[in-house]
């Protein structure tokens, strides 16, 4: 499995963007998807996961409410809606594939099998 994670950019405070993350190889199998961040200086942090089979979403703390994740399982693709972007914000912004074992949504890095390389977004004040 290949995940090209895109969208990234310089935006200003309040501001949106949208993420993608183009899924290919074998795709017919079942995922549960999850976008990660990492600060320069700071440890990958969870952001967002949707799950594959159901409408289920898991966000972290410091989005909930901002940030939303979808994806489209016709196109094989993954989104992150960001909205209301803050200064600490700033990362780079990674999406990941999760082997879907009917056992709910992880928030670790080591739940997720595959990862795209990151895209950045910057925010300024």
């Known amino acids: 499995v290949q995940l090209q994670a895109s969208g990234g950019g310089l935006v200003q405070a309040g501001d949106s963007l949208r993420l993608s993350c183009a899924i290919s190889?074998?795709?017919?199998?079942?995922?549960?998807m999850g976008w990660f961040r990492q600060a320069p200086g700071k440890e990958r942090e969870f952001v967002a996961a949707?799950?594959?089979?159901?409408?289920?979403?898991r966000y972290a703390d410091s989005v909930k409410g901002r940030f939303t994740i979808s994806r489209d399982k016709v196109k094989n693709m993954a989104y992150l809606q960001m909205s209301s972007l803050k200064p600490e914000d700033t990362a780079v912004y990674h999406c990941?594939?999760?082997?879907?074992?009917?056992?709910?949504?992880?928030?670790?890095?080591?739940?997720?099998?595959?990862w795209g390389q990151g895209t950045l977004v910057t925010v300024s004040s």
């Open positions: 190889g074998r795709t017919f199998s079942t995922y549960n």
């Open positions: 949707i799950e594959w089979t159901g409408p289920s979403t």
């Open positions: 990941a594939a999760a082997i879907y074992r009917g056992y709910g949504l992880g928030e670790s890095t080591s739940d997720y099998d595959f």
